[in-house]
T-cell receptor, first 116, second 113 residues
Framework: ETGVTQTPRHLVMGMTNKKSLKCEQH?????MYWYKQSAKKPLELMFV???????ENNSVPSRFSPECPNSSHLFLHLHTLQPEDSALYLC???????????????FGPGTRLTVT | KNQVEQSPQSLIILEGKNCTLQ??????????LRWYKQDTGRGPVSLTI?????NTKSNGRYTATLDADTKQSSLHITASQLSDSASYIC????????????FGTGTRLQVFP
């Protein structure tokens, strides 16, 4: 286990539903990330939070709404999604902003989302 | 444009055999390169990290190499086991933009008995 948990692990939702993904890290990190992983595509960074403040929004559609109430919890609120939003959504945390040779990102197991 | 390309896309080998996965990148200026292992239904887990000055790093049966001049890296797996079946993702960070990881599409490895 990496110390990052995600719930639910699987989610099927209709295009008119509203649902939320939850991520929790038990590592004492201050940065948290949401990624989208689609088949045969590289991981796509969606959002970055550092000390609860959003520092990156990678041109994500507004039907995805993140929330970071504290450094240990991260949510992704979903509404009026499209079938092409079906993917694996991964949460990660680190000790700071990624890179620099030291700030390893630890990933959760992901939520497999299917939009029907 | 900063990119990371991996080959092959998929690979099938028999248990006990060795294999080598390739990663080419165009990221500049370079900061570090990581190899991640992602089991089916799981998140990626880091295997190795290398900076500019390192050209080899091992983690058990996994050995990563880095040639910063040609911007190439490889991951060599020795004496493969069934549990090595996974996707292996090459990830590069630029020192110009250290808050973003640049991911390859991964190599899907299947090890059969």
């Amino acid at each position: 286990e990496t110390g990052v948990t995600q719930t639910p692990r699987h989610l099927v939702m209709g295009m008119t539903n509203k649902k939320s993904l939850k991520c929790e890290q038990h590592l004492g990190h201050n940065a948290m990330y949401w990624y989208k992983q689609s088949a045969k595509k590289p991981l796509e960074l969606m959002f970055v939070y550092n000390f609860k403040e959003q520092t990156e929004n990678n041109s994500v559609p507004s039907r995805f709404s993140p929330e970071c109430p504290n450094s240990s919890h991260l949510f992704l609120h979903l509404h009026t999604l499209q079938p092409e939003d079906s993917a694996l959504y991964l949460c990660a945390s680190s000790n700071g902003l990624a890179g620099g040779g030291g700030d390893e990102q630890y990933f959760g197991p992901g939520t497999r989302l299917t939009v029907t | 444009k900063n990119q990371v390309e991996q080959s092959p896309q998929s690979l099938i080998i028999l248990e006990g055999k060795n294999c080598t996965l390739q990663c080419n990148y165009t990221v500049s200026p370079f900061s570090n390169l990581r190899w991640y292992k992602q089991d089916t239904g799981r998140g990626p887990v880091s295997l190795t990290i290398m900076t500019f000055s390192e050209n080899t790093k091992s983690n058990g049966r996994y050995t990563a190499t880095l040639d910063a001049d040609t911007k190439q890296s490889s991951l060599h797996i020795t004496a493969s086991q069934l549990s090595d079946s996974a996707s292996y993702i090459c990830v590069v960070t630029s020192s110009k933009n250290t808050d973003k990881l640049i991911f390859g599409t991964g190599t899907r490895l299947q090890v059969f008995p």
